[in-house]
């Protein structure tokens, strides 16, 4: 069964390192999201692309995140410096939607699970 | 495992028993509606899906009724197993977006 890949699964890093997660979408899927999941909320939007480009990075903090999915498939997140409140788990989804009609199932990777200390 | 969702809204079920998660939506241009079940420690699994065109959908052991005019979701789970004790999602799509608006979730808790 296709399915959204991550990793890593876990992450442990000090305050004020750089840290990257990596996302395969399911082939085939134009839209990847990126997503934060604090403990005891929902899911909330940082990054969309469609194929290689962001359509909607407005929740993303640009003075420390950055997105990238250079080739429109696989992408990478990465947050430096890290900070205490950026622990959380970092979800990745894709869609098969790539058009203006209709969208579809939103698939999500495991998560990588981000402890700052 | 950690465990998703420390400080949601709870609902305890008897193994067996029908469970009943409800959802309000935000806004009014939505049009299509996910159920996401998460594991502690995993990532939100799909369940099913209903769009604005129809009120009730029916999968296995699960049935998503839609209200538009109250902005109401339910989600209802046939018999509830052990296995079902999860934090659950919805998700709305406003209209002509690709954007995916998640509630708060409510933790399901099957009792033996």
């Known amino acids: 069964e296709a399915e959204v890949a991550q990793s890593p699964r876990y992450k442990i890093t000090e305050k004020s390192q750089a840290v990257a997660f990596w996302c395969d979408p399911i082939?085939?899927?134009?839209?990847l999201y990126w997503y934060r999941q604090i403990l005891g909320q929902g899911p909330e939007l940082l990054v969309q692309?469609?194929?290689?480009?962001?359509?909607?990075d407005s929740q993303l903090p640009k003075d420390r995140f950055s997105a990238e999915r250079l080739k429109g498939v696989d992408s990478t997140l990465k947050i430096q410096p890290a900070e205490l409140g950026d622990s959380a788990m970092y979800l990745c989804?894709?869609?098969?939607?790539?058009?203006?009609?209709?969208?579809?199932?939103?698939?999500f990777g495991e998560g990588s699970r981000l402890t700052v200390l | 495992g950690e465990s998703v969702g420390l400080h949601l809204p709870t609902l305890s079920v008897q193994e067996g028993d029908n469970s009943i998660i409800n959802c309000a939506y935000s806004?009014?241009?939505?049009?299509?509606f996910i159920w996401y079940k998460q594991e502690s420690g995993k990532g939100p699994q799909f369940i099913i899906d209903?769009?604005?065109?129809?009120d009730k959908r029916q999968g296995q052991r699960v049935t998503v009724l839609l209200n538009k005019t109250v902005k109401h979701l339910s989600l209802q789970i046939a018999a509830t197993q052990p296995g079902d004790s999860a934090v659950y999602f919805c998700a709305e799509n406003p209209s002509g977006t690709y954007k995916y608006i998640f509630g708060t979730g409510t933790r399901l808790k099957v009792l033996a």
């Open positions: 209903i769009r604005s065109n129809m």
């Open positions: 989804a894709s869609s098969a939607g790539g058009g203006l009609l209709g969208t579809g199932e939103l698939f």
């Open positions: 692309f469609q194929d290689e480009s962001v359509v909607d």
């Open positions: 082939s085939g899927h134009a839209t």
């Open positions: 806004n009014s241009a939505s049009d299509y």
